[in-house]
């Protein structure tokens, strides 16, 4: 009996990860996570070159992370792991998203994405929370395509499940939930809502280049959009659509569309307390593009009108900040 019990805390001790252990071969992973039937997790990790010859190269950010072994047991008992390097490997790491480095991708054991992370943390409690949160995820995912698929006018109903997705950097399937919804809405006050929701989960993905510059766009309609159909609805909510607008990059014009946006959403709710706030934003705008002397004059009219006097912290704060970026140009 004692030597059973001495062989089963071994056993137990020799399942325990001293370290992360991983492949280097992405094909051969994924096909040994396959015959496992466990997940994939795969690392895509920066090109670490020696800055000269005769300097060593530095070392990967997240070694203690994979040396932690707290972590690389959690790790272990769930997944197969990778590390690859993401310049040899950019066809791979396309695949799941934009190409960064880091770039951190979960598969299922079907070999399908289930989630996306470019800023996991180096620190095992902080990465071993990001684990856990891919495990609510999966559990989750069933109950909520359910919920959605019977009640595809739904708005909460779709929210919930684009949520779940767009917390997990799914943000193709985000939006997917959102344009099967504006098919099946009726409601006018929904349709508004779900666009600008619709323009934030594209707004989202970390794209670049000609693919970035295309959701952009798309974005900024959906956008246009929910604030006109809110202002025809009389709803506050267009400050709130037209506010998310301003994160958005150049449409074309230099940032006088956006503003354009925005100044419609304030014209409509003068009265709002949130109209200032809104008005504020224009200006940062504008700064973005260089137009100091416009952001200027308008948070400066700003100051001088008593309506405003709640922001006038704000404003000055916003002030200082647009000072500093028109003296590092």
């Known amino acids: 009996m004692k030597l059973a019990a001495i062989a ?16 280097d071969d992405f094909t051969k992973a994924s096909q040994e996570a396959v015959k496992a039937n466990r997940r994939l997790f795969i690392y895509f990790a920066p090109t670490l070159k020696a800055p000269a010859p005769d300097k060593p190269a530095p070392e990967d950010p997240f ?3 994979w040396a932690d072994k707290t972590f690389a047991d959690r790790l ?23 190409v960064w480095a880091p770039m951190f991708v979960v598969l299922g054991e079907d070999q399908q994405e289930i989630a996306t992370i470019y800023e996991l943390s180096a620190k095992a409690d902080g990465a071993i929370k990001w684990l856990d949160s891919v495990d609510a995820y999966v559990r989750a995912l069933p109950l909520q395509k359910d919920r959605a698929a019977r009640e595809p006018a739904n708005l909460r109903a779709q929210n919930d499940l684009a949520s779940l997705h767009a917390e997990h950097a799914q943000y193709g399937k985000a939006a997917a939930v959102y344009q099967a ?46 604030v006109e159909e809110f202002i025809a609805l009389k709803d506050k909510r ?10 958005l990059d150049d449409t074309g014009n230099k940032g006088e569309a ?22 504020i934003k224009a200006a940062i705008v504008a700064a973005r593009y260089e137009k100091y002397d416009t ?25 200082t ?3 500093l970026w028109a003296r590092k140009k």
Do not use: H, W
């Not at 304030?266 to 109209?275: G, I, K, N, T």
């Open 258 to 279: 956006l503003r354009a946006l925005l100044f419609k959403a304030a014209d409509a709710f003068p009265a709002d307390d949130y109209e200032g706030e809104v008005r």
């Open 63 to 65: 070694k203690p992370l």
């Open 76 to 98: 272990a008992r769930q997944y197969i792991a990778a590390k690859l390097d993401v310049t040899a490997n950019q066809g791979a790491a396309a695949r799941y998203g934009p």
């Open 8 to 23: 089963l805390v071994l056993c137990f001790a020799s399942a325990l990860a001293a370290q992360v252990e991983f492949r």
């Open 321 to 323: 900040m647009i000072e």
């Open 181 to 226: 919804f504006l098919k099946a809405a009726t409601d006018k006050a929904d349709i508004a809502a779900a666009k600008c929701q619709f323009a934030t989960v594209l707004a989202a993905e970390m794209e670049i280049g000609p693919v970035r510059e295309e959701r952009n766009v798309a974005a900024f309609k959906y956008y246009r959009e929910s």
């Open 295 to 319: 952001a200027r004059k308008e948070l400066k009219e700003m100051l001088d009108k008593p309506k405003y006097a709640k922001l006038k912290q704000d404003i000055v704060n916003v002030i």
């Open 238 to 247: 267009a400050l709130d659509a037209a506010a998310m607008s301003a994160a």
